[in-house]
């Protein structure tokens, strides 16, 4: 089936620091990415939906300046926390639309200390 | 925009009883419903989904139904076992194939023995 591939799994930064997060659709053309922040114990929050070739589209309340999306090939889209903060520190994943449907990412767990 | 609602919060049942997880949601336009499971620090898996054309799917032990006119959907899962422990989201789809998921906020489920 269709694979995305999330990087880092893991990673630890200090605060002011910019943290790339990368995800590939290894066997399939991810036309739609949208990517999602996770706090512990709550729900998937829509941070954006990105289609290739064009701007994201962020959800209310997310700073487009703070958290920069590029979707530039069908299979390639990252998300860049500028400036992180403590308060940045979440689980992000990322979710391909595709043939088969929704295909998410492992997640990336991001510590801003 | 959509708004999904998701009760309980938690549930604990023993093994081999039945679970329920009901979900409501408020956009009329929604037409795809999917439910994931999701293990800590890992990414939320697909475990059955529903469109608006359809009352009721099964797949062995689990089952969704879909009432569109009152807006709400339910997750039924038999015969549980340990393993079912875990956090489980309902997700509905606005109208177009490739449109956001909004996630309602999750249920942990909890399978004594």
């Known amino acids: 089936g269709a694979v995305v591939s999330q990087h880092p799994s893991w990673v630890i930064c200090k605060s002011g620091t910019s943290v790339k997060i990368e995800c590939r659709s290894l066997?399939?053309?991810?036309?739609?990415m949208f990517w999602y922040r996770q706090f512990p114990k709550q729900s998937l929050m829509l941070m954006a939906t990105?289609?290739?070739?064009?701007?994201?589209?962020?959800e209310q309340g997310v700073e487009k300046d703070k958290f920069l999306i590029n979707h530039a090939s069908l299979t390639l889209s990252t998300l860049t926390v500028t400036s992180a903060h403590p308060e940045d520190s979440s689980f992000y994943i990322c979710?391909?639309?595709?043939?088969?449907?929704?295909?998410f990412g492992s997640g990336t767990r991001l510590t801003v200390v | 925009g959509e708004n999904v609602e998701q009760h309980p919060s938690t549930l604990s049942v023993q093994e081999g009883d039945s679970a329920v997880i009901k979900c409501t949601y408020s956009?009329?336009?929604?037409?795809?419903f999917p439910w994931y499971k999701q293990e800590l620090g890992k990414r939320p898996q697909l475990i059955i989904d529903?469109?608006?054309?359809?009352g009721e799917k099964k797949d062995q032990r689990i089952a969704v139904t879909l009432n569109k006119t009152a807006k709400h959907f339910s997750l039924h899962i038999t015969e549980t076992q340990p393993e079912d422990s875990a956090v489980y989201f309902c997700?509905?789809?606005?109208?177009?194939?490739?449109?956001?998921?909004?996630f309602g906020t999750g249920t942990r489920l909890q399978v004594t023995l």
């Open positions: 979710s391909a639309w595709g043939a088969d449907g929704y295909t």
């Open positions: 066997d399939f053309q991810a036309t739609t």
């Open positions: 990105s289609n290739e070739g064009s701007k994201a589209t962020y």
């Open positions: 956009d009329s336009a929604s037409n795809y």
């Open positions: 529903i469109r608006s054309n359809v």
């Open positions: 997700a509905a789809r606005t109208a177009g194939t490739a449109s956001k998921l909004t």
